[in-house]
Structure formats: C-alpha cells, structure tokens
C-alpha cells in the first residue's frame, strides 16, 4: 500500500480452517487426513515468523481460529505487533504458549473443538 509516498506494509497470518463434510469426515478417520495439533500449528506460526525480516510491518495473527484453551481459559489469543521491533515478544508468545501446552494435564481446545462445542460461532 502506497500513502504519499511511504510504503505500510501490514501482514496477517490465519490458519486455514475446513469445515467438515461427509468426505473430509471419511478422510480424517483414516490416515490419508490428520489435523494439525495446537503445538504444531504455533510452531507452523514460529517457523514463519523466525523467517520474517521485514522492518515495520505490521504482524497480525489474532483472528478467533488461532484461539487456543486449556481448561476454561484462552492461553492463546495470536500475536501482534511490528517487525522486527517487536519479533522477540511475539516469539516468547509462542514459546511459553507452547511450554504450557507440554506440561498441561487439562483438556486443551482449539479453533476446531471450540467451533464444535458453539464457544465460537464460524471458522
């Protein structure tokens, strides 16, 4: 995007979430489809972000599919701010989200769960 003469570059990141069909039902029953868990889909996003060198972009990762909870609390909400000013924030995010997640017993819930149990309403 170009506003006199400065260049804003915003960036947003959203996993792609598929709503299930009697296919994709069938597919995911066997081993041809298997879903990401919530530890790989934040390493997929800190794999992309360890690889992100723009300076002042804005990262947006806060839509509701990238929610995770454990018990009844969110623990994760997404990531936000500017590269690279605020890249090891945004990675420290990822990082203690993923720690929690390897040493919690509670049952954790991601989009796909919280979408089935009506927590939120469209993926």
Request: charged share 25%; net charge negative.
């Amino acid at each position: 995007m170009l506003i006199k003469g400065l260049y804003i570059y915003i960036f947003s990141y959203q996993e792609i979430e598929i709503k299930k069909s009697i296919h994709i039902e069938k597919k995911m029953k066997s081993v041809q489809f298997q879903t990401s868990s919530p530890i790989e889909k934040l390493n997929e996003i800190k794999i992309f972000l360890e690889h992100l060198n723009f300076d002042n972009c804005e990262l947006v990762s806060d839509h509701h599919t990238n929610y995770i909870m454990v018990g009844d609390r969110v623990i994760y909400q997404g990531i936000h701010g500017i590269l690279l000013k605020d890249k090891p924030a945004m990675m420290e995010v990822l990082n203690n989200t993923m720690t929690l997640l390897l040493q919690t017993s509670d049952e954790v819930l991601d989009a796909t769960l919280l979408y089935e149990r009506g927590v939120i309403t469209s993926l």
